[in-house]
């Protein structure tokens, strides 16, 4: 199946078609109708992918149909779509385009600022595989359950793991934890002189 995304061009041209440069002023708003046409148009394959299960043709209809003139919600609609597409960082910064726009209700604002935190504040699987295994991980000072390998979930933002096995030298890693994105640290453990 060809990605929707190769008939774009042909509704653009017929855009572009309606909306000629030199318009005459009285032609002014038939060409504006046809734009807002198109843009429907575009909107409504977006969704229709959407639904489908084909996300980047629902971003390149959505970016498309918010080109020709479509609302806000647009921005939203893409944004949605990269967060099926599992992108929360790209969701995330379309929430934000999305916020930038003057038109949002109340309402609408306070829903994309809810989802906004939400991608900022998943949690992360953090996996700690160590050579040889069975240390021991602890998590912002709070022993982990089970010894290596183990995986453990965390909250958004900065953590500090710290592994330890008896005959070995104690390692200590700084980790971010961002967008629900997994973590995997890999160590090679240095025996110890003592």
């Known amino acids: 199946m060809r990605p929707a995304v190769t008939r774009l061009p042909a509704v653009a041209l017929l855009a572009a078609a309606c909306n000629?440069?030199?318009?005459?002023?009285?032609?002014?708003?038939?060409?504006?109708?046809?734009?807002?046409?198109?843009?429907?148009?575009?909107?409504?394959?977006?969704?229709?992918?959407?639904?489908?299960g084909r996300?980047?043709?629902?971003?390149?209809?959505?970016?498309?149909?918010?080109?020709?003139?479509?609302?806000?919600?647009?921005l939203w609609n893409i944004a949605r779509s990269r967060e099926r597409m599992d992108d929360p960082e790209a969701a995330a910064d379309g929430i934000e385009a999305y916020l930038a726009s003057k038109d949002l209700s109340p309402q609408d604002r306070a829903e994309a600022e809810r989802e906004g935190q939400s991608?900022?504040?998943?949690?992360?699987?953090?996996?700690?595989l160590?050579?040889?295994?069975?240390?021991?991980?602890?998590?912002?000072?709070?022993?982990?359950?089970?010894?290596?390998p183990l995986s453990?979930?965390?909250?958004?933002?900065?953590?500090?793991?710290?592994?330890?096995?008896?005959g070995y030298v104690a390692e200590t890693r700084a980790i971010q934890?961002?967008?629900g994105r997994a973590i995997i640290v890999v160590l090679d453990l240095a025996r110890s002189d003592k």
């Open 177 to 179: 934890a961002r967008f």
């Open 20 to 52: 000629p440069p030199g318009l005459r002023p009285r032609d002014e708003g038939v060409a504006a109708r046809a734009t807002v046409v198109a843009a429907r148009v575009l909107d409504q394959e977006g969704v229709r992918s959407f639904r489908d």
């Open 130 to 148: 160590t050579q040889p295994g069975g240390a021991s991980v602890s998590v912002d000072g709070k022993p982990a359950a089970g010894p290596t």
């Open 119 to 128: 991608l900022r504040d998943r949690s992360s699987a953090v996996t700690v």
């Open 152 to 166: 453990v979930e965390v909250r958004a933002g900065a953590h500090t793991l710290v592994v330890r096995r008896d």
């Open 55 to 74: 996300y980047a043709d629902a971003i390149a209809y959505f970016q498309a149909a918010y080109r020709s003139g479509g609302p806000s919600s647009e």
